[in-house]
């Protein structure tokens, strides 16, 4: 894992995040990596909204599979 220093935190914030972290019952290191968590992760979807993405993709493809086919999904998915 790696370590980041945070300079200049703003006094509010840092009693914010503090109060915050005690609300929860965790440090405020914690409390800082929670809530970039949620800011950062990308969604996780459950299997069957996943199934229902690729059968809704598998519609839209006419003929056979190919790899400029998957390599179009994966650049768009990035998007």
């Given at each position: 894992?790696?370590?980041?220093?945070?300079?200049?935190?703003?006094?509010?914030?840092h009693?914010?995040?503090?109060?915050?972290?005690?609300?929860?019952?965790?440090?405020?290191?914690?409390?800082?990596?929670?809530?970039?968590?949620?800011?950062?992760?990308?969604?996780?979807?459950n299997?069957?909204?996943?199934?229902?993405?690729?059968?809704?993709?598998?519609?839209?493809?006419?003929?056979?599979?190919?790899?400029?086919?998957?390599?179009?999904y994966k650049r768009?998915?990035?998007?």
């Amino acid at each position: 894992m790696a370590t980041i220093t945070l300079k200049n935190v703003p006094k509010f914030l840092h009693l914010e995040i503090k109060k915050r972290a005690e609300r929860n019952r965790r440090s405020i290191n914690n409390e800082i990596i929670t809530a970039l968590e949620k800011h950062f992760v990308v969604k996780q979807i459950n299997a069957e909204e996943a199934i229902s993405r690729i059968e809704e993709l598998h519609k839209g493809i006419k003929g056979f599979l190919t790899q400029e086919i998957l390599e179009d999904y994966k650049r768009e998915g990035q998007k």
